[in-house]
C-alpha cells in the first residue's frame, strides 16, 4: 500500500507560479522519539527526509533546506532543530514549511495551533503531506484541531503505558536509572547488571573514609581537587557514560560538597537497588520532582556492594548529627554522631 504522503505528494498542486514569486527557502521538518512506538520503521528520519525532498524537488519548492529533531518528544517545541528553523522564520529568510504529517510536527494541539497562526501571521506556508493539507488552500480547517487532539491523545495513552511497564520494571528490582552511580558500569554482557569500576570505587570508599576522619564535605573537595581526582560527570564521560557525555569541562577536577553529599547518601552502594526517587505528574512535565524516602522501592543484594552497612551507618549517623555553621560545610570533629552529651542526651552538645 503507497505511503499517503507519496500519495500526496503525487496529487499535489502546481505551485511553480507562487515559487517564482517567493524566493524565501523552504523548510523541511522531520522529527522522531520514542513515542512513535511501532510507526518507527515507517516515520524513520531518512523516510521522512525521502519523501519531503522528494515533494520539495517536484512542486519547485526551492532552494530548501532540512531541519531534523531525532529522538525529540512532539509534546512541546523545545526541540533544537525547530528552535533553530523558526529562529530563520522569525528573520524572514523562510516562505514555506512542510512535514510529512501533523504529528511530526507536534502532539500538542494547543501549541500547534499557536504556531499554526503565527505562521499565518508572517506569511508563512504550512504543508503536511499526508493529510494533503496545505495553508496556500485554506486547507486547515475547522477540523485540523480535532486531529491535533487525537495526536495528543496517542502520546498520552503512549506516556501511561511506558509508566505502567517502567513501574513493572523497578518494583521488580531491576534498574531504572539511565545510568549507573559513580562507582559503577554496566556489565558489557548485560546492561542491565552493574558491575564494580575499581578505580571508582576506591574513590567513594576514600570520600566515606574521610567523613569518618572528621572532614566534611568541603575539605573532602579539596583534598580531592588538591591530588586532582577527576570529578565523576568528566570521569564517567570518558567512558562513555552518565548523563553529561556531550558536556564540556572546564576543570575537569571541580568536586562540589553538592556531589560528595550526594555520594555519601547512595544507599546503591550497599547494594540495593533504589527506584522511583523522582517522578514526573504527567508526561507533559519538563522537570521531575523528587519524593520523600518512605515511597521509594528498595530491592536489596542486586549488584555487588562498595561500601559495608556499619560504615555507612555510621557516616548517615555523623551526618544527621552534625550542627554545622552557617555556610553549611563547617569542621566536623571526628567523634561528632559517636559523643553523647551525659545529661540530655543530644550529641550536639556533646563535649570534645
Not at 213 to 218: S, V
Request: with cysteine; hydrophobic share 30%; charged share 30%.
Amino acid at each position: 500500500m503507497p505511503d499517503p504522503a507519496i500519495q500526496s505528494a503525487a496529487n499535489a498542486p502546481d505551485c511553480q507560479k507562487e515559487q517564482r514569486m517567493n524566493k524565501k527557502l523552504t523548510a523541511l521538518y522531520a522529527r522522531l522519539s520514542r513515542e512513535d512506538g511501532d510507526k518507527i520503521e515507517s516515520c524513520s528520519i531518512e523516510t521522512q527526509k525521502r519523501i519531503l525532498t522528494g515533494y520539495a524537488e517536484q512542486n519547485g519548492l526551492t532552494p530548501y533546506r532540512i531541519w531534523v529533531d531525532d529522538g525529540a518528544s512532539g509534546k512541546d517545541f523545545n526541540r533544537p532543530g525547530f528552535q533553530e528553523m523558526y529562529a530563520e522564520i522569525g528573520k524572514g529568510n523562510i516562505g514555506t514549511v512542510v512535514v510529512k504529517e501533523l504529528d511530526r510536527f507536534s502532539r500538542n494541539y494547543l501549541e500547534s495551533g499557536l504556531y499554526r497562526e503565527e505562521f499565518r501571521k508572517l506569511g508563512v506556508r504550512f504543508i503536511s503531506l499526508a493529510e494533503n493539507l496545505d495553508s496556500i488552500n485554506g486547507d486547515f480547517d475547522d477540523f485540523t484541531p480535532f486531529r491535533e487532539v487525537i495526536n495528543e491523545f496517542y502520546l498520552s495513552q503512549y506516556s501511561k503505558k511506558i509508566k505502567a511497564a517502567f513501574r513493572s520494571r523497578g518494583m521488580a528490582g531491576k534498574h531504572t536509572a539511565s545510568s549507573t552511580p559513580f562507582g559503577y558500569l554496566k556489565s558489557e554482557t548485560d546492561k542491565n547488571q552493574w558491575v564494580v569500576d575499581p578505580v571508582a570505587a576506591d574513590i567513594v570508599r576514600r570520600i566515606f573514609r574521610m567523613t569518618m576522619e572528621g572532614m566534611g564535605p568541603y575539605q573532602i573537595c579539596c583534598a580531592l581537587k588538591a591530588d586532582k581526582v577527576e570529578m565523576p560527570g568528566y570521569y564517567l564521560a570518558q567512558k562513555g557514560a552518565g548523563l553529561h557525555q556531550s558536556h564540556v569541562f572546564p576543570d575537569p577536577y571541580n568536586w562540589t560538597s553538592s556531589s560528595v553529599c550526594s555520594i555519601l547518601k547512595k544507599k546503591e552502594y550497599l547494594g540495593h537497588t533504589v527506584n522511583f526517587k523522582s517522578k514526573k505528574d504527567s508526561y507533559k512535565d519538563k522537570k521531575n520532582t523528587y519524593v520523600p524516602e518512605s515511597e521509594w522501592v528498595i530491592s536489596e543484594n542486586t549488584h555487588e556492594p562498595i561500601i559495608d552497612q556499619q560504615t555507612f551507618d555510621n557516616v548517615q549517623r555523623i551526618r544527621g548529627n552534625i550542627k554545622r555553621r552557617p555556610d553549611g560545610w563547617g569542621y566536623v570533629h571526628p567523634l561528632s554522631g559517636l559523643l553523647f552529651c551525659a545529661d540530655c542526651p543530644r550529641p550536639d552538645r556533646a563535649l570534645f
